[in-house]
């Protein structure tokens, strides 16, 4: 049974950066489509960025446009999700998943993703 493990996380000043990265364990990554979503405290968890299986589609929150960057390193099985000039609205947990179908698509829905990784914290400080 794969798992996802997600890590860089962390308390950030606005304006600063953070590179998140998240490793499949257990399985690989080659033929699904990737995932960011994130939840904040009482909200319900909301798209960030998507990529393709062979990064030639990416998809981006309109809050994500422009500032976070999502690519993939399949050797590795690991996805990684770079926020750049962050802003307090960025507090939340932020979740990894791999699609549950294999599709040459960047989907947006959290219900075609599956399994999820635990998440990790970030906290956004103005």
């Known amino acids: 049974q794969i798992r996802l493990e997600e890590s860089g996380g962390g308390l950030v000043q606005a304006g600063d950066s953070l590179r998140l990265s998240c490793q499949v364990i257990?399985?690989?990554?080659?033929?699904?489509?990737m995932g960011w979503f994130r939840q904040a405290p009482g909200k319900e968890r909301e798209f960030v960025a998507s990529?393709?299986?062979?990064?030639?589609?990416?998809a981006y929150a309109d809050f994500a446009e422009g500032r976070f960057t999502i690519s993939r390193d399949n050797a590795k099985a690991t996805v990684f999700l770079e926020m750049n000039n962050l802003v307090a609205e960025d507090t939340a947990v932020y979740f990894c998943?791999?699609?549950?179908?294999?599709?040459?698509?960047?989907?947006?829905?959290?219900?075609?993703?599956?399994?999820w990784g635990q998440g990790t914290q970030v906290t956004v400080s103005s």
């Open positions: 990529i393709s299986r062979s990064s030639g589609r990416r």
């Open positions: 998943a791999r699609a549950r179908l294999t599709t040459y698509n960047a989907p947006r829905d959290r219900n075609e993703y599956g399994p």
């Open positions: 257990g399985g690989n990554i080659n033929m699904w489509s």
